[in-house]
């Protein structure tokens, strides 16, 4: 199974967000034999790109971001989601040395060459005020020369002048696709680095999208022609636009997100 598909104007990596999943043993992804530690190595038999998501509960260490890298092949790409005391559990006065460590822990990945992006990713809470415009503005600033990626959850980021200033400083907007409720961040095929598009799957679990509960907001199996809205008009659409684009499935109840990746995978390597 290759993860990697040429489309339109460049490569599109497809993987799943975080890949360290218990429930994925049980569902038939891992062999039941599979430890914690061997499941990276697995991982990337299937897929050539996971976006790390351990970086949001817990500061990246530097020396276990390099072990992480010799446990994946050469060639393998990583993205990796910033800390949560970035995003959603903010200090006013603390937060320049949260980027700081954070920007530490990751420089292996840095160094290697095998980070694509870092992710922003907002909480709904996060809506578009003058305060909330300023700290994006500053964290963004604190990134500079790193590429970003920013994800909001909030339909009032969905704004033309904040995609233009997005496409100004070259950060890469993340299309959503998740349910279609008030005030959640719309699904858009738009695209504001020409270096990168940015794509997350959280699936369309209306019912248990604010229960609280992930394992019951991020259940959902996709169907192949809800993927196919993808593989056939807004991916293609967002790859004329980009030099390279990057899919992640973060539906990993009961395994569906590997699942559903390899469908994707298989639908664009089809599509017309």
């Known amino acids: 199974m290759g993860s990697n ?7 599109i990596r497809v993987g799943t967000s975080g890949y360290s999943y218990a429930e994925w043993t049980e569902a038939g992804f ?3 034999s599979a430890r914690a530690g061997e499941m990276l190595a697995f991982y990337a038999r299937h897929f050539g790109i ?3 998501n351990y970086t949001w509960y817990q500061m990246p260490k530097a020396a276990s971001v390099e072990r992480l890298l010799h446990l994946a092949p050469d060639g393998f790409r990583f993205t990796a989601k910033l800390t949560r005391t970035l995003t959603h559990e903010v200090d006013p006065g603390g937060w320049r040395g949260q980027a700081a460590l954070y920007r530490a822990g990751i420089a292996p990945l840095v160094q290697s060459g095998r980070l694509t992006a870092l992710l922003a990713q907002f909480p709904p809470g996060f809506a578009r005020d003058p305060a909330r415009r300023r700290y994006l ?13 920013v994800e909001f959850r909030h339909a009032s980021w969905a704004a033309d002048r904040v995609f233009a200033e997005l496409e100004r400083r070259r950060v890469a907007l993340v299309a959503v696709d998740a349910p ?6 719309p699904r858009l095929d738009a695209v504001t680095h020409p270096g990168l598009f940015y794509i997350r799957f959280h ?6 999208w604010r229960s609280g509960d992930m394992q ?13 809205e993808w593989a056939d008009g807004l991916i293609p659409r967002m790859a004329a636009r980009a030099a390279q684009g990057v899919v992640f499935f ?5 395994g569906q997100a590997p699942r559903n990746a390899a469908q994707l995978i298989r639908l664009l390597g089809t599509a017309s």
């Open 203 to 208: 699936g369309r679990n209306a019912r248990g």
């Open 180 to 185: 279609a409720l008030p005030g959640l961040f």
């Open 250 to 254: 973060n539906n990993h109840v009961r």
């Open 30 to 32: 891992y062999p039941p």
């Open 50 to 52: 996971t976006e790390l």
């Open 5 to 11: 598909v040429r489309h339109s104007v460049g490569p």
């Open 216 to 228: 019951k907001q991020f259940d959902y199996d996709y169907r192949d022609e809800e993927l196919r």
């Open 137 to 149: 503005a500053e964290l963004l600033d604190e990134f500079q020369g790193l590429t970003l990626a």
